[in-house]
């Protein structure tokens, strides 16, 4: 249920942005507009803006294919927060995730006026990293068709990731997929490190 209604409001500005420029750079990661104006805002309001459709769709594509399941997961293995509930767990994952894996790009670009970024992949790749901790050896279709096991898409990811990170040169953060992945990863843990042993008994 969270998950669809982060699918519909992120679709829902999404759209209103691609209509209203302004808005887009009013509310999009910009690191020198953040270190110079203090709009820390928009380390959260980034991940609700996209460059296009097909930026969007795939983001929440992947979003709906885990997002529903980690929600199960959480229920199922009682992962709570703050208000003892799933739903404020899994919040905790996704916000955390737009913020976390934005940190160290701001750390990197915070003098560079020309850096822009928008997306929720930051934390659509939380989410997926922590239904692979649950998961390891669930399938996930490697570029879309080829069926791996969720912990070798994980760790080819996050090489991926972090080699395109330091290249540069296409116009995606890499970096956050990769902080993203990782905290994600290590979520169950933080809230509660007696669950390393779910992801231990399966390897």
Request: a positive charge; glycine letters at 8%; hydrophobic letters at 50%.
């Amino acid at each position: 249920m969270i998950t669809i209604i982060i699918i519909i409001l992120t679709g829902i500005i999404s759209f209103i942005a691609f209509q209203k420029p302004g808005i887009m750079r009013k509310y999009d990661f910009a690191p020198y507009q953040i270190a110079k104006k203090k709009e820390y805002y928009r380390f959260f309001t980034h991940a609700f803006l996209h460059a296009d459709w097909t930026h969007l769709i795939i983001n929440m594509l992947v979003l709906f294919s885990f997002g529903s399941h980690i929600e199960n997961i959480f229920s199922h293995y009682e992962i709570h927060f703050i208000f003892r509930t799933p739903h404020s767990a899994y919040l905790l994952l996704y916000i955390g995730g737009i913020i976390i894996s934005s940190i160290s790009t701001f750390l990197k670009q915070r003098g560079n006026t020309e850096y822009l970024a928008v997306g929720a992949s930051g934390a659509v790749s939380a989410v997926v990293f922590c239904s692979i901790f649950f998961s390891p050896f669930g399938k996930i279709l490697f570029f879309g068709v080829i069926p791996i096991p969720g912990i070798v898409f994980g760790v080819l990811y996050l090489i991926y990731s972090s080699y395109m990170s330091r290249k540069g040169g296409d116009n995606i953060n890499h970096e956050a997929h990769f902080w993203g992945a990782v905290y994600g990863f290590v979520f169950p843990v933080m809230l509660d490190p007696s669950k390393i042993h779910i992801f231990l008994n399966q390897l």
